[in-house]
């Protein structure tokens, strides 16, 4: 079976959360990723080297503008990969504007890997309006925000600002646009240290960050510019480098194997997860809080330790439902990524499932429809519905999308779970799957072919993609152990 798991969470989000929190492209350059080298007057450019265990995967370039009105920002960051035993190359450019207090206003973001994608955002008082560009079309959603957010690469200027000293504290708002999560960023300067860069030892001031529960240390010179920045739990650091030594090419054979290092092992092997019917595992070094632990066949038996209970859901002993469901209306609704009432979803739920009214079976129609509909291609993308349909291709987050999409459409509530995956029983990895509401909400994996999923679907999320950088807090940190398990009679 291939680890054809999630390249979002782990790449877009931790990625787009931990490099630079944020990442952006101006409205100028269209859709071209091509970097201007050149610094406008007031001006000052910053090339980073972007390394996961001692391993150069990338670089980030940032240019600061210093205007009567505030900063303006851009970003370019461009990681090589191996994704699914493939080199990947992923690029966000961002162009972003603050105000004088250094309040994001307004920002753009190019994300581009196979294919390209663009979101816009506008604050306007206490708003914020969201605007992607799908297949043609714009899509606008509109967020109630409690403050102003700021945005990473100002907070050397938020401290300089605010004449931060040793000691001092401050929790700020922040919005991400790459996961388009609202939060509070926590900072706080701890004064002037030793740090080892790249094996030679410079003297900055320590910054620490903790947002949306990930930890990071942030060293800057006298200056305000950074110095090195690193996530412990990530093996992750971002390093001041010249021009020529961030551009130095990363060779294909050389590419870092992510989610290969990121998975969690386990110390003993257990069957195969499709052979089972019940599991039972703890989990250590996790912070629940935030976390969607719970729900109809992933059971919270304790919390000290956290031991969760998982059993294969028994189809045969749901209820007959016939479509459209009328109950759990909200997962029948369009979102700007799953656009469910656009007539190309409408018609492609409608292709799989023909005349069929009874839920189970036609929830076993489109987990089966998707499978074979999408060819399995690594992908870091911010996926949307018409977007895969249209390329019918992608990783679990595409499948994901575009299932739940065709089941809302057919008026089956759907939602998205994500989370982690035991895959051939030795080891779990970063993914993406579904549930449906067949009068209990079932696990169902499209990537998989398996309806419903099997008891190795560990759930930690559920919701969209800003309600899934919630598993930043636990990459790098969890560990799971074994405590029971039941092989199917069947087998």
């Not at 019918?392 to 509530?413: Q, V």
Request: glycine letters at 6%; proline letters at 5%; aromatic letters at 8%.
């Amino acid at each position: 079976m291939k680890k054809n798991i999630t390249i979002t969470i782990i790449i877009v989000i931790i990625f787009g959360s931990a490099v630079y929190f944020l990442t952006r492209l101006s409205p100028k350059t269209g859709s071209s990723l091509q970097l201007k080298v050149e610094t406008p007057a007031g001006s000052e450019e910053e090339w980073s080297g972007i390394f996961i265990n001692n391993n150069k995967v990338g670089y980030s370039f940032s240019r600061i503008t210093r205007t009567d009105t505030g900063l303006t920002v851009e970003n370019i960051t461009r990681m090589t990969l191996f994704m699914m035993t493939q080199p990947r190359t992923l690029t966000t450019h961002i162009f972003a504007r603050t105000d004088r207090e250094y309040t994001l206003k307004d920002f753009s973001l190019i994300l581009k890997n196979t294919e390209e994608q663009r979101l816009e955002g506008k604050i306007e008082g206490n708003r914020l309006y969201l605007t992607t560009f799908i297949q043609g079309k714009k899509y606008t959603q509109t967020r109630e925000l409690k403050e102003k957010p700021y945005f990473p690469d100002a907070l050397p200027e938020v401290i300089k600002k605010r004449g931060l000293k040793p000691g001092d504290e401050i929790t700020i708002p922040y919005f991400d646009p790459t996961t388009q999560s609202s939060t509070q960023a926590r900072l706080k300067v701890v004064g002037k240290e030793k740090v080892d860069v790249l094996g030679r030892e410079m003297e900055g001031t320590r910054v620490e960050l903790d947002i949306m529960g990930m930890s990071s240390i942030l060293w800057i010179d006298d200056n305000y510019q950074m110095i090195k920045q690193a996530v412990p739990a990530m093996h992750m650091e971002t390093i001041r480098l010249s021009k020529t030594e961030a551009l130095a090419e990363i060779k294909p054979a050389d590419a870092f194997d992510l989610l290969s290092f990121f998975s969690v092992k386990l110390k003993e092997p257990i069957p195969d997860p499709r052979k089972l019917d019940y599991l039972k595992i703890s989990l250590k070094n996790i912070d629940t809080g935030g976390l969607d632990l719970v729900d109809d066949y992933q059971i919270l038996v304790s919390d000290s330790p956290i031991t969760l209970e998982f059993r294969r859901p028994r189809i045969e002993e749901l209820p007959v439902l016939t479509i459209p469901i009328q109950e759990e209306k909200e997962y029948l609704k369009p979102t700007v990524f799953i656009q469910c009432r656009d007539e190309k979803i409408i018609k492609a739920a409608k292709d799989i499932i023909g005349d069929e009214k009874d839920a189970k079976m036609a929830a076993a129609k489109l987990t089966d429809g998707v499978y074979k509909m999408l060819k399995k291609d690594p992908t870091a993308s911010l996926p949307s519905a018409l977007d895969v349909l249209a390329t019918k291709k992608g990783d679990c987050n595409e499948h994901s999308i575009l299932f739940t999409a065709l089941a809302r459409a057919a008026g089956i509530p759907a939602k998205i779970y994500v989370g982690l995956i035991n895959l051939n029983g030795s080891a779990y990895y970063y993914h993406a799957w579904c549930a449906v509401w067949l009068g209990k909400w079932v696990p169902v994996d499209p990537t998989f072919n398996q309806f419903p999923a099997d008891v190795g679907h560990l759930k930690l999320k559920e919701g969209g993609i800003s309600e899934q950088a919630g598993v930043l807090k636990v990459v790098g940190k969890l560990t799971i152990e074994v405590l029971d398990f039941h092989i199917s009679d069947s087998e």
